[in-house]
């Protein structure tokens, strides 16, 4: 893989994070890709290669579950939450396939817009982000299962019909340098979406 075509596999990626985290709700901080991320051989280097920093859209639900955001005298990332959910409330589990789904829209979106160049390798790192969503809940397998098919599913779809969002996010953010705020993404996104209805 070329460094050309490596980077716009990356903002591909990163472009389809952010188009489904935009959707849900959250705030975009800013996405960073590495578009200089190959050795002399053409190959990545290990870890992940990109960032799209948000912070989360707050909550309260009935049932006592919620998103709460962290100060930024405490995180002045902006990005860190407080979560509790109830596996029992369709609200609180619907919010978590929307979350999820913002993490696999990634893979998603190269295995979908770029297919030539898609590595299931790439994937781990968004699992690893699966896995550490699902250690802070208690959730029994059968339900985490039904989650992240649901969760699945659901960035297929939504990264199928976002097409011309996810493009374009992806060709600005490359032609960038591969860095945008989160101001002009949105602003990106918004302007190419086939619909504004928020999933979660």
Known sequence: MTGSNRAHYECCHEAGHAVLRFL??????????????????GNPP?????STDSRAAERECSCGGYVRNHALEVDPTGTGSAISVNPNCKECTDRIVTHLASIYAGSRATRMYVPALHDNRDSQFDDAAVEDLFRQFSFHSTLKRILVNRAKAMAINIVSRERKAILELANKLEASGGKLTGNEAAEIIGRNLVSTELIG
């Not at 849900?24 to 051989?41: E, K």
């Not at 290990?46 to 990109?50: D, F, I, K, N, Y």
């Open 24 to 41: 849900r709700g959250d705030t975009l901080l800013s996405i960073r890709v590495d578009v200089h991320s190959h050795g002399d051989d």
């Open 46 to 50: 290990p870890g992940p290669r990109g």
